[in-house]
């Protein structure tokens, strides 16, 4: 992935980066060489269907087991842990206390969002990304990036550049891991 190049990520760091994007790939049926047609069709998906999409299209445990496999290095400079509470179970009951949990953000301070400051210089929907990670302290809405994805005009972002892909695989591999320690609550 040209992408990284740009980064200041490690070589090993590089690998598990493109681990984590091939796992996101195989899973929406990525092949050959064109990515549009695959991302547009499950980003489309997602929006239509909401998160059922997800649960059908990945294996919590498949990803879990992945996500162990990458170096405690790489996933600080991707992400940083939020403490969350739990006012709600996964399925939707009022809990009587809240639960404390702990959860992924970005990591503003990573090399991630350095790598993506770096790409916004020259593109301004990813400037619109870093600008509201930066604001929430973490990744902003799916709502919105799908916004930037899909564009006002119905004008889709090229996903033949390995940026978008980036942003993508790991927003959404985040979402799942939340909503997997959501879950895990009720356990």
């Known amino acids: 992935m040209d992408t990284l190049n740009q980064s200041e990520f490690t070589a090993s760091e590089k690998e598990d980066i493109v681990k984590m994007v091939d796992f996101f790939e195989s899973k929406i049926s990525v092949s050959g060489n064109d990515f549009n047609k695959p991302y ?39 992400w940083s842990k939020a403490k969350s509470r739990a006012f709600y179970s996964f399925n939707g009951e009022k809990l009587k206390e809240p639960i404390k949990y702990e959860s992924l953000a970005i990591s503003i301070d990573g090399k991630y969002i350095k790598l993506l400051d770096k790409i916004a210089k020259k593109d301004e929907k990813i400037k619109y990304y870093v600008t509201k990670a930066k604001e929430a302290g973490d990744f902003p809405m799916f709502y919105n990036l799908s916004g930037l994805l899909i564009g006002v005009d119905n004008k889709w972002v090229d996903f033949n550049e390995g940026h978008w892909r980036l942003i993508v695989s790991i927003q959404i591999l985040t979402m799942l891991e939340n909503d997997k320690r959501h879950m895990e609550l009720a356990e």
Do not use: H, P
Not at 52 to 70: A, G, K, V
């Open 40 to 78: 547009k069709e499950f980003i489309q998906s997602l929006v239509n269907d909401g998160n059922s999409i997800l649960d059908s299209t990945f294996n919590y445990e498949e990803q879990r087991e992945m996500l162990t496999s990458i170096n405690a290095n790489t996933k600080s400079e991707i």
